[in-house]
């Protein structure tokens, strides 16, 4: 069992930055691609970013390609959203989880089997 946190959500202005964590509660934390997702109310959960185990390969949304930036650091069990150039229409609960299957990363939120309860993300214009 993993159990994910994720903190460093907020109120924000256009063109702000934000980092959220994803902390993880599995010592093998290492084993496990982490992938991150948003989802505002009424629409589906759509896929932001992932991120291979071993932090080698990330992959991204073109909405979010060149703003924001997913990293790790396995020894402290955390993954990174860093969010810059913010817009309204990021605004959303942005979740973390995590396969230990895909372990390059993937985009589809059925191949993970643990998520976080979320963080709230709000853009003002």
């Known amino acids: 069992q993993v159990q994910l946190v994720e903190s460093g959500g907020g109120l924000v202005q256009a063109g702000g930055s934000l980092r959220l964590s994803c902390a993880a509660s599995a010592r093998t934390f290492s084993s496990y691609a982490v992938g991150w997702f948003r989802q505002t109310p009424g629409k589906e959960r759509k896929f932001v970013a992932t991120?291979?185990?071993?932090?080698?390969?990330?992959e991204y949304a073109d909405s979010v390609k060149g703003r924001f930036t997913i990293s790790r650091d396995n020894a402290k069990n955390t993954v990174y959203l860093q969010m810059n150039s913010l817009k309204p229409e990021d605004t959303a609960v942005y979740y973390c989880?995590?396969?230990?299957?895909?372990?390059?990363?993937?985009?589809?939120?059925?191949?993970?089997?643990?998520w976080g309860q979320g963080t709230q993300v709000t853009v003002s214009s």
């Open positions: 991120i291979s185990r071993r932090g080698d390969f990330s």
């Open positions: 989880a995590a396969t230990s299957i895909f372990t390059s990363g993937t985009y589809s939120q059925l191949d993970y089997d643990y």
